[in-house]
């Protein structure tokens, strides 16, 4: 006798369970899916143990006949495919047929449904993949669809289950995403009979957004909407000081459908760059419509990654379309947040009884604060000697010039007029603060002259254009033999951009040019930070990213310091050249450039409001 035996079909749907149905959550989605496929406008999620005890989910939809209720717990069975060439142009959300069959073989289940155009309903019941016969039943237009005791006869899947709040939050996302996703339907949702979400079929994209994360997040998103070649992105993206450590809050719908895609991570992450330190997620929430037919849903189980078929042109689209927006997001630190640090603080010292010491500067820091007028005259005496003053031949600034420009018009925008006309007070030769209508706003002068100098410095390469310093004395490097080649094999690829070296011994580089840019050339900084780049990625330094990072580390060494003295004229045009950049609001490391305070905050911070 043979080995091989076929599986009795309540097997093979428990298998495939495995993969479709994995949690309460996997339920929720899918019965919800096949409702918005229905054509619903109202929709109620009814949940009880988190999901295990009892999903229901009610909708309006077209709902289905005795026959179509017949066939609903078979595997494979569904009235959105009917041949092979439909996988390819799938508009659907659901399209398997294999949702329902799985659930019937875990799970206690029950469907009632009434289309429009029929005086009565009909109902069917499967438990742990014995399926009864379709009997009538009397019930609103629409589907109701029962899920009692999920893996109850799988005792194996259900002790993996997560505690009853996890796998509820888990529901309560697929729930909140799905609304995100389809404007014009209606959403309730409960939880052991309280209701925990809930939107309106006429609220609007950004208000669905509001009501699911807040008004402080929704207020400060800026919307994206752009179009190229059959492609069409909309949504919102989130200034970067709301990014988090993990992307639950990048929102990607592709046609109405939710998705977990690397290849869209990655496009938000580059979208980002320069704005965002590395290790943390952007939030987003974004809408992208593409033809059916230009894009794969049926490589996941669980429908969550796609695959897009000419997915290098859509990159770029969507890579330029959210940077442009991410641009226009205000990047500068509220200082409503730092006053809320201070409060939480004192909250925390008043309960434990301890109270902060006073403050004193390190011995080896710089010294007291010393605030200064911008004509460089101390208001306390007593502080450091004086530093060097910017605006003599030497000076970072010196090459930048004030643009003369008309005088503000009282009636105007002062965002559209502002000539950057002060008044300016350096604090302790690091912090710039100037006026701004309705607060003033802490800029850190180091941070703002790193982002202006690394993008003359990228402008340069990019438009093959670096001007080259040449040394009159050549500098020289010690460094190893191996980093001599490495270098040295690189030197055509270095000069374009800016960088000119020779060997000069087995162990020893020169240095005879450097990027003109570089106001204080450190010839061997430069040099360490390229064999550190190159010995670590291994990758050509004329690859975008290596072009990048040295130029972030060269703009870094050729910046105003922390310490040098700016003359009024140096920060207005500091100021000036800053604001024509793409965005000035971060350096290159991805730091703030500024803290903005309100009145508000200041109200606050004296206890007056």
């Keep these: 006798m043979g080995r091989i035996a076929l599986l009795p079909e309540v097997v093979r749907n428990q298998i495939a369970a495995g993969e479709v149905i994995e949690r309460p959550a996997s339920v929720v989605k899918e019965l919800t899916e096949n409702a918005l496929d229905a054509g619903a406008t109202q929709i109620r999620v009814d949940l009880e143990q988190g999901g295990v005890g009892l999903v229901r989910v009610v909708d309006d939809g077209v709902g289905m006949d005795a026959s179509d209720l017949a066939l609903a717990f078979e595997g494979h069975a569904t009235s959105k495919l009917s041949e092979s060439s439909d996988l390819e142009h799938i508009s659907s959300l659901g399209f398997r047929g294999e949702a329902l069959a799985s659930m019937g073989s875990v799970a ?6 009434r289309p429009a155009d029929a005086m009565v309903g009909a ?4 438990e742990g993949g014995r399926v009864q016969e379709v009997v009538e039943a009397g019930g609103p237009r629409g589907t109701t669809l029962e899920i009692r005791d999920l893996f109850y006869n799988v005792p194996a899947r259900r002790q993996f289950l997560k505690r009853t709040s996890t796998e509820l939050a888990r529901c309560v996302d697929v729930v909140q995403r799905l609304a995100l996703a389809h404007d014009g339907v209606g959403f309730i949702m409960t939880s052991d009979g309280k209701r925990v979400f809930d939107v309106e079929p006429d609220m609007d994209f950004l208000g669905r957004i509001r009501r699911t994360f807040g008004a402080e997040l929704a207020d400060e998103l800026v919307p994206v909407s752009e179009s190229s070649n059959g492609m069409q992105i909309d949504g919102f993206v989130a200034p970067p000081r709301f990014a988090r450590r993990d ?3 990048q929102m990607w719908f592709l046609n109405g459908r939710m998705l977990r895609d690397k290849l869209l991570i990655r496009v938000l992450k580059d979208a980002y760059h320069g704005f ?3 290790f943390k997620q952007p939030v987003a929430f974004l809408r992208l419509s593409l033809d059916p037919a230009r894009v794969d849903v049926n490589v996941h189980p669980a429908k969550a990654e796609v695959r897009f078929r000419d997915s290098r042109p859509m990159f770029g689209f969507l890579v330029k379309a959210l940077r442009a927006a991410v641009t226009q997001t205000d990047m500068a630190t509220p200082g409503e947040s730092l006053m809320d640090t201070r409060v939480r603080r004192e909250q925390r010292e008043s309960q434990t009884g301890y109270l902060p010491l006073p403050s004193r500067p390190s011995s ?5 604060m010393v605030v200064r007028e911008v004509s460089g005259r101390p208001l306390h005496e007593g502080g450091p000697p004086p530093a060097r003053e910017f605006g003599a031949p030497d000076s970072t600034v010196a090459s930048f ?3 003369p420009g008309p005088a503000a018009d009282a009636g105007e925008d002062w965002q559209t007029v502002d000539r950057f006309a002060g008044p300016f007070i350096q604090v302790n030769r690091t912090y710039i603060v100037r006026g701004l209508p309705d607060g003033f706003e802490i800029i850190d002068q180091h941070a703002l002259h790193e982002r202006l100098t690394y993008e003359l410095m990228r402008k340069d ?8 310093q040449r040394l009159l004395i050549p500098e020289t490097v010690d460094c190893s033999r191996a980093h001599v080649g490495l270098l040295l094999g690189h030197k055509d690829a270095l000069e374009r951009i800016g960088i000119i070296i020779e060997a000069f011994g087995e162990g020893t580089l020169a240095v005879h040019g450097l990027p003109s840019r570089l106001k204080n050339p450190d010839a061997e900084g430069v040099v360490r930070d390229l064999i550190e780049i190159l010995g670590h990625d291994g990758k050509l330094p004329d690859a975008e990213d290596v072009i990048e990072e040295v130029l972030h580390s060269a703009a870094c060494r050729s910046s105003i310091m922390a ?6 004229n140096d920060i207005r045009s500091l100021l000036e050249r800053a604001g024509e950049l793409e965005s000035d609001q971060t350096c290159p490391h991805s730091r703030p450039t500024r803290v903005r305070f309100t009145l508000a905050d200041l109200e606050k911070a004296f206890h007056r409001s």
């Design 364 to 368: 080896g820091g710089q010294g007291p």
């Design 461 to 468: 390469v990019r438009e093959n254009s670096v001007a080259v």
């Design 401 to 403: 010039e004030p643009k």
């Design 108 to 113: 206690r289940c029950r469907i009632l449904s």
């Design 123 to 126: 109902s069917i019941v499967a």
């Design 563 to 568: 310490g040098d003295e700016l003359r009024e």
């Design 276 to 278: 965002l330190e590395p």
């Design 247 to 249: 992307t639950s809050r």
